[in-house]
């Protein structure tokens, strides 16, 4: 090769390393482990939102949805094994964070604590009502009576009370009614989560919402939305109640932290009673 043809040594250095990251992106790219495979995302129904909320953009929900898919397929390692106080405690962290700002901001009387499961939400509720409405109450109802642990808390005979019973007993709802009756109340439902039993809840509990309170309907995610698909669950039962009760509205702004089981479920009432 003749002088004039030779390669410089700063230009043969950059081809050089311009080959070697090359190489190296090669490798990575084959030997990598793939994204694990999401089940697929079914699409969502459209439920009318709080006018003025932002709307997330379809990459971005593809995004959430593979995560949320994923986050709850792996619930043995995840929600499955949350605990409050050594109680197990399914609920999912954000959602618990919002339930804390929607209670220290309303102060409501009462909070109604549909679905009891070990008692360890109740806790939670009543531990940030001890703080922002000494006097209030939880009531929890359940058709089957886990909270033995619970209930070792003092917190727990000082502010909660435990209905053992269908939340659609008309006994049960009677007992609640009475309790509640001239108080501010809120309302999280989170107990049977098929259609007919959560429209039915719906319909029992919303009267007691006064106007600014929310009833939330937890695991509205569920059926589909975008996990645990195959059947009608509180998804379908919120559609079904906003079509026919203009006094409530589905608060977006609630889903601020975006990953969230209550989609749609944090339904404010923003009329009184007709």
């Not at 043969?12 to 990575?28: D, E, K, P, Q, R």
């Amino acid at each position: 090769m003749s002088a004039e043809s030779k390669i410089s040594p700063q230009i043969a250095i950059i081809l050089a390393t311009l080959a070697l990251a090359a190489w190296v992106f090669v490798i990575v790219r084959a030997y990598a482990p793939g994204t694990p495979k999401a089940p697929a995302v079914t699409k969502r129904a459209a439920v009318t939102p709080t006018p003025g909320a932002a709307k997330m953009p379809p990459s971005d929900q593809e995004v959430f949805d593979r995560f949320h898919t994923l986050w709850y397929g792996l619930a043995n390692k995840t929600w499955k094994k949350n605990h409050w106080l050594g109680i197990p405690t399914r609920q999912n962290p954000m959602d618990v964070w919002v339930h804390q700002e929607i209670i220290s901001e309303l102060k409501p009387d009462v909070v109604l604590d549909i679905g009891t499961f070990h008692g360890g939400s109740a806790l939670i509720w009543a531990m940030i009502l001890d703080q922002v409405n000494p006097s209030a109450k939880v009531i929890t109802v359940d058709i089957e009576d886990h909270t033995a642990e619970a209930k070792k808390w003092p917190l727990w005979d000082k502010k909660i009370t435990f209905l053992h019973g269908s939340s659609t007993d008309p006994k049960i709802v009677d007992q609640i009614k009475a309790q509640v009756a001239g108080k501010k109340v809120l309302a999280i439902l989170d107990s049977d989560h098929s259609m007919k039993h959560v429209l039915n809840e719906l319909k029992i509990y919303s009267p007691m919402i006064p106007v600014g309170s929310y009833i939330i309907v937890q695991d509205s995610n569920s059926g589909g939305n975008p996990v645990q698909h195959g059947y009608k669950g509180p998804m379908e039962a919120i559609k079904a109640f906003l079509k026919e009760n203009k006094e409530f509205v589905a608060d977006k702004e609630r889903e601020r932290l975006i990953f969230t089981f209550c989609p749609h479920g944090y339904l404010k009432r923003t009329q009184p009673a007709q």
